[in-house]
């Protein structure tokens, strides 16, 4: 950080003035959305409930990540607005998983074990991707750690896809599909708490706390046209 400042003591960009986070963003939107379609449709076809949970999944990350757009550049105060109406979603997405479980094991449904390995592992590349790209901003605010901790979470739940595949084969029984999407929906709730109690923190900064963010914001503008004066507004 310093070396980009040198003498000036200026911090770098924050991440929602980052044009590279945007593009990021879009990036996981549009994979997120492909993978829903295919996850979808292949969960219907096998029959598997880990699969129709990550499909949901994949869904309202896309809407996490068209949200995370909309209000990228906004003040903290609609960040963590944001952030929490994605945490009470990543919650909702845990009760419907778990209650589809429970419904499929009272069925006695046996998914198809083929269909639910390979599109676990298309799916396992698709998350570990945008995981990657997100890694740098998993430590921001509530709505980037949002963003994180969703992509984080899809790729632990393919990898459990794929091993609850391997254990219908070895079965013969749904029993190892429907563990994996109860694990999906614990993983999910705890995920929701923890971006819930950081937006609710982060709607609790006091207006001279905000107003504070937002001079900090406008010293560091100042400080980068300084630093860098070819770049000001002619």
């Known amino acids: 950080m310093s070396d980009s400042c040198g003498s000036h003591g200026c911090a770098a960009p924050t991440a929602s003035q980052s044009p590279r986070y945007r593009r990021v ?6 994979i997120n959305a492909a993978m829903f379609a295919i996850e979808l449709a292949g969960g219907l076809q096998a029959g598997s409930v880990s699969l129709l949970a990550d499909a949901v999944d994949f869904f309202g990350d896309a809407a996490n990540y068209g949200v995370s757009l909309l209000v990228l550049g906004m003040a903290l105060r609609w960040r963590a607005r944001a952030a929490l109406v994605k945490g009470l979603s990543m919650g909702a997405f845990g009760i419907f998983v778990l209650a589809r479980a429970a419904w499929s094991a009272a069925e006695g449904t046996v998914p198809e074990a083929v269909t639910m390995g390979a599109i676990g592992a298309l799916a396992l590349l698709a998350n570990v991707a945008v995981a990657a790209m997100l890694y740098a901003w998993r430590e ?3 709505n980037m750690r949002s963003v994180w901790l969703c992509s984080r979470n899809d790729a632990i739940g393919n990898v ?3 091993a609850a595949a391997l254990g219908v084969v070895g079965t013969g029984t749904g029993w190892p599909d ?5 694990v999906m929906g614990v993983l999910a709730l705890t995920a929701a708490r923890s971006v819930i109690q950081q937006a609710r923190a982060e709607l609790r900064v006091s207006p001279a706390q905000r107003r504070n963010l937002r001079l900090t914001s406008a010293w560091r503008a100042s400080c980068r046209t300084a630093r860098f004066p070819s770049s000001a507004p002619r």
Request: net charge negative; proline share 0%.
């Open 25 to 30: 963003l879009w990036a996981a939107l549009i």
């Open 140 to 142: 921001g605010d509530a």
């Open 160 to 162: 459990a896809v794929m």
């Open 178 to 182: 429907l563990a994996v999407a109860a």
